[in-house]
């Protein structure tokens, strides 16, 4: 049975908030419109859903987007993105204070400080980003509601961006762009090690690790998991840590965390993935004592959704956010940075 705890843990990724539907129209297909055609031959039930997908250019025939009043043809070929259903409509809404970067009526980009559930869990179903978003979108409808507003989402750990749909157009739009791998996001980490280039690039599929199944890991043979693949760009090096810049081509969970392990660059005080020792370093005291120094500063992964970008759904402008890294991360990347120096000044004397 997964716990609470493994619930919370699986926040990240946007892998499982939405669905794709593919349909082919028989050949003796009489004309209907598109809408009751997809929910008669598709387990989707809900016409809202197919229209929210049409305004939002999220349904198409043979590749180009329709409206819900489009009348299948013999053998169209028909695609549907839709958001699916999150949790039950009775959460509770919630007075928590949400740091708000942007909001106009279509959408709002929150940055998540550490420590705060994106989404309820068994167990877990107060406290969360969903229950302060019920409070503080008012009257959101269908879709949006069910999901307060969730398109993708980071770990409870993980500081930083996040982008929330307030109708049901917009998710779908949103949902759509994530689907797409049309949406920038980067991430800034501190992890273990240092790196031979510059920057480079991880590919390989990620699936739940085997041997223990709350964790995920790469696999580089077979189809199990799902394709996944992280840029990354060097950004500061630390001698026994490094500060890099991770660009998601896709979204699955806990991705940037298992792509680094799996390089041989676990992130810093990743305690899920082993990066909460040593694993680069010197064997003296006075540097396991620097390192539990550092640990305590950044108490959780050092991982921040630094940037995020993609297209308003509904006026078509780019849209681009930035946030500043938080107090912890802030703290331990300069306390690293301090160490590099010293060893630097001291091989110079």
Known sequence: MTTAEELIEQEDGNDDLFNNIELKVDPKQSPLRIDKYVIT?????????????????????NGDPVKSNYKVRPSDKISLVYPKSQHSADLTPENIPLDIVYEDDDLMVVNKPTGLVVHPGVGNINGTLVNALLYHIKDLPGESKERAGLVHRIDKNTSGLLVVAK??????????????????????????????????FVEGHIGRDSKNSKNYTVYTRGDYGKHAKTHYKVIERFAYTTLVECKLETGRTHQIRVHMKHIGHTLFNDEKYGGNR????????????????????????????????????????????????????????????????????????
């Open 41 to 61: 031959h598709s387990a989707l039930g809900s016409r809202t859903k197919v229209q929210a997908a049409a305004k939002a250019g999220s349904l198409l025939v």
């Open 167 to 200: 109708s049901d157009e917009a998710m779908s739009h949103l949902a759509k762009q994530f689907f797409d791998r049309t949406i920038s996001r980067r991430y800034i980490a501190l992890v273990w090690g240092d790196f031979d280039e510059d920057e480079g």
């Open 278 to 349: 040593i694993l680069k370093g010197t064997i003296y005291s006075k540097y396991k004592q620097f390192v539990d120094n550092a640990f305590a500063l950044c108490p959780r992964q050092a991982l921040h959704a630094k940037s995020l970008g993609f297209i308003h759904p509904t006026t078509g402008k780019d849209m681009f956010f930035e946030s500043d890294l938080p107090e912890d991360m802030d703290l331990v990347i300069q306390k690293w940075r301090n160490y590099a120096q010293a060893i630097f000044n001291k091989n110079m004397e």
